[in-house]
């Protein structure tokens, strides 16, 4: 997910140690009877830590998520299309910003946020690093990139954190949409030509697994799930997350005659939810490596509009300062 | 907002904030320029809503058959 522990690592459990026992505790405290913490209140410096990480590696996912369906405005099958797509990637520029405000609270700054991602040393959710190829992908990734979004960001609205829950809010009254234009895009082509309805079958066999894997790794290899249930930074495990998300989706697939890549894939009664296949989990740590198919292009895109952008802030910064020299010398 | 001056944040804040029909107004001032209290003193703040329960209506018992109070 945006959100999901990339780190792969156990974090260390010095904080608790080195914070102030009795503020430690009347913060679990005050967490463990979910009220908010807000940016001046006191914090466990691994709390601020952790959330830094997560809310600014959400953020980098909604900035670095525009880049697979910019790359297919301009080529929008019509201007219905057209206009749709563009005002969603313009919500995910806002999901940037709100999130990009909520982490700057906690005393990082925008401009170490960007130079980390930048650098490569922020990471974002592995499903950006997987190419757009067809005009279906862009309803793929509505129906189910927006979808597991969704379905993560949904509990995070009552996560601990005041500025991120509340950001989360205004995010999720935006996401349905992101998702049901998707749906209605796949809808559309499984209901149409051979051709079209091949497309959306074969845009659902290539994002279907990378879904899968937005929730993160399996529970049993996620070491830090505890701890971030227990802070409310993370209000369900990864695998609850897949397995609601799976149950949702499968449904949806088949009512437009579409059929989900996993021959394992399968109704159990006893459960009251479908069993699913191994998802590939080299494949994941893989795209969490760096490798993914599109990582480099991804990277280069961001460095390559920043740089671009550079003098329209050098301009705006000098103009601003010349407006405001003269205001005073006018005073 | 992140800005040069108040114009561009003024618009940023529209493309950011007013998607959805969020408000009627914008207005942005330096984050340095806010004054704003203190969480510690959130107690002497705002316990004068808890402590006077009488300000809220439902303080009153009213005997039933009386209506449209
Ligand atoms: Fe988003
Ligand atoms: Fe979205």
Redesign the pocket.
């Known amino acids: 997910m945006y959100t999901t522990d990339l780190s792969g690592k156990k974090a260390k459990p010095e904080a608790a140690i080195t914070e102030n026992p009795a503020k430690l505790a009347a913060f679990e405290a005050r967490v463990a009877a979910d009220e908010f913490i807000e940016p001046k209140d006191w914090m466990p410096e691994a709390y601020r830590k952790t959330l830094i990480r997560q809310i600014s590696q959400h953020a980098h996912s909604?900035i670095v998520?525009m880049l697979p369906e910019g790359n297919w405005i301009t080529r929008a099958p019509n201007l219905r299309r057209k206009a749709i797509l563009l005002a969603k990637v313009q919500?995910?520029a806002g999901?940037g910003l709100y999130l990009y405000c909520a982490a700057e609270t906690l005393g990082v700054s925008r401009d170490e946020m960007t130079e980390a991602l930048l650098s490569g040393k922020a990471k974002y959710s592995t499903i950006f690093n997987y190419p757009t190829l067809t005009w279906a992908d862009i309803g793929a990734i509505g129906w189910l990139v927006d979808g597991a979004?969704i379905m993560n960001q949904v509990p995070l609205q009552r996560t601990s954190y005041g500025p991120y829950a509340r950001a989360m809010v205004r995010?999720c009254k935006e996401?349905s949409f992101h998702q049901r234009q998707g749906y209605e895009i796949m809808m559309h082509l499984a209901a149409g030509t051979d051709a079209q309805k091949r497309m959306a079958q074969d845009a659902l066999d290539r994002w279907w697994w990378p879904s899968l894997m937005m929730f993160g790794p399996p529970d049993d290899k996620s070491p830090n799930t505890e701890q971030s249930m227990r802070w409310r930074i993370k209000r369900d495990t990864n695998d609850e997350l897949r397995q609601k998300f799976v149950d949702i989706t499968a449904p949806q697939a088949e009512a437009i005659g579409l059929s989900v890549p996993d021959p394992a894939l399968k109704w159990n009664e006893t459960r009251g939810a479908y069993d699913f296949g191994d998802v590939d989990w080299e494949e994941f740590y893989a795209v969490v490596r760096g490798e993914g198919p599109v990582a480099k292009e991804r990277n280069q895109a961001r460095v390559k509009a920043w740089e671009n952008g550079a003098w329209v802030r050098e301009a705006a910064r000098v103009h601003a300062e010349k407006r405001a020299n003269a205001k005073i010398a006018a005073e | 907002m992140h800005a040069a001056d108040g114009k561009m944040a003024l618009e940023h804040a529209r493309d950011t904030y007013t998607r959805r029909m969020e408000g009627v107004s914008l207005w942005v001032l330096p984050s340095a320029q806010i004054i704003a209290s203190d969480p510690g003193d959130a107690a002497a703040l705002f316990a004068p809503a808890e402590d006077k329960i009488y300000r809220h209506p439902t303080f009153y018992k009213i005997p039933d058959g009386i209506t449209h109070i």
């Open positions: 909604e998520g919500d995910e999901h979004a995010i996401e």
